[in-house]
């Protein structure tokens, strides 16, 4: 083994498998027929006390689904595999490989895998930040009102 | 198109070529036999004000290198194509497509693609951060009394 140059941790990671990684966890989401999300892992890839952004990981298994929800952060994301449609705001896209999508603050999010193809993603945000908002009643109602967006959301 | 759900920029940004963006400019550093940097391009690809964090994909054409150096702030780096080596402090890795690297503050550093392959990563960084430092002939001395860095810096 080279010398290490810190005592931190190690300074490379190797990709272990397809999209996995050394010392990286992979965190499967709790889920029940009541969850607003299926079949989502996620990675923490590069967070730290001296960096004041972070870099995950998503994975969602085919037909899945990530949760519809809102917040103040922004996110950064980058497909790196596979493919899917993204729901920001009212807009609703297809979305592949090294397609950058930007989240804005307060728009409603979610991101479907296709039925038959995962949809992997970097999420790039702030360390410190709020907790998603779920939708109320009325914020689904006013979603449904565009019908692409419906559609969307009836998977 | 569908409607846009903020006057701001486009959300969604297509992969246009292989590694380039709908709107993204590619950055061609200016070079000459003096330059301590050979062949490389950068791309930013997240970078707003309301993010503390930004990610940026550089891509070394085979046979080029980044400038040697090191700064106060930390660099999140993900190998995306093709393969080539890495310099972090006095450590030197073979690294390839999907392979993370952290480099902590103030720790020498340089890329170098393969002979016969690009290198492309994407580079998290915080969005205020100092200016890098080039190393003085006696930071060059200490590193290359490591046999493995001075074969590194040769190329």
């Known amino acids: 083994m080279p010398e290490q140059t810190s005592t931190e941790a190690a300074a490379l990671r190797r990709r272990q498998d397809e999209f996995g990684w050394d010392g990286v966890d992979r965190l499967a989401y709790k889920q029940d027929a009541a969850a607003p999300f299926r079949n989502v892992s996620r990675q923490t890839l590069f967070s730290r006390p001296d960096l004041a952004g972070e870099l995950r990981?998503?994975?969602?298994?085919?037909?899945?689904?990530?949760?519809?929800?809102?917040?103040?952060?922004?996110?950064?994301?980058?497909?790196?595999?596979?493919?899917?449609?993204?729901?920001?705001?009212?807009?609703?896209?297809?979305i592949g490989?090294?397609?950058?999508?930007?989240?804005?603050?307060?728009?409603w999010h979610q991101f479907r895998a296709a039925a038959d193809a995962p949809l992997g993603f970097l999420c790039l945000v702030d360390s410190v930040r709020d907790r998603p908002v779920l939708p109320a009643p009325e914020d689904i109602a006013s979603l449904r009102a565009h019908p692409e967006v419906a559609a969307f959301l009836d998977g």
């Open 57 to 94: 990981y998503f994975e969602i298994a085919a037909g899945g689904h990530t949760t519809l929800e809102r917040h103040n952060h922004v996110h950064g994301v980058m497909v790196l595999r596979g493919r899917g449609r993204c729901l920001v705001g009212t807009q609703v896209d297809e």
């Open 97 to 107: 490989e090294l397609d950058l999508i930007t989240i804005p603050g307060w728009t």
